[in-house]
């Protein structure tokens, strides 16, 4: 229904000049500027919005207490939960690396390995040192220089000529 035909505004078209009265046609915004029963429905719609905001309002909680539905209550419950599993699952993690770590390392210490390593390395510089000092005489450098020679076998025999044992 148009004004332009003697009728008066609908609802919607009421609804619509007071939510955005600049998109109502021209046509619409004169007849509401000059029709009494138009502005009358008006005002009155108008009144009944500020009614309702107003009991709104009123019977709205307080903006100092923070409202906690039911579902969105068991949601952030279940989600501290899910936080607790998380921490614990991750601790439980941790504490079995460690304990494995610990393990290998009592059984077999790294500090431990390399100190026994280092012992036998100056255990076979020793042995090595004897089976050198075994290739050398016994006897001293003046008998050595004596005998006219550097590399002497001596053995049995030569030792029993050089000293004799009875």
Not at 10 to 28: F, H, M, R, T
Not at 124 to 135: H, V
Request: aromatic share 6%; net charge negative; charged share 20%.
């Amino acid at each position: 229904m148009s004004p332009e035909n003697g009728s008066h505004l609908n609802d919607g078209q009421i609804i619509q000049s007071l939510v955005e009265k600049a998109n109502l046609s021209p046509a619409l915004r004169e007849h509401l500027s000059s029709c009494s029963i138009c502005i009358a429905k008006r005002k009155n719609f108008e009144g009944n919005l500020t009614r309702l905001g107003e009991m709104a309002r009123n019977s709205a909680p307080s903006l100092r207490k923070k409202i906690i539905l039911p579902w969105a209550q068991s949601e952030k419950t279940y989600q501290w939960l899910l936080g607790w599993r998380r921490i614990s699952a991750l601790s439980g993690a941790v504490a079995i690396a460690l304990l494995f770590i610990g393990l290998v390392f009592w059984n077999n210490p790294q500090g431990s390995s390399l100190a026994k390593l280092n012992d036998e390395m100056l255990k076979d510089e020793r042995f090595m040192a004897e089976i050198s000092n075994l290739g050398k005489s016994d006897l001293p450098q003046t008998w050595l220089d004596i005998s006219g020679e550097f590399d002497v076998n001596i053995n049995e025999e030569m030792l029993e000529i050089i000293a004799p044992s009875s």
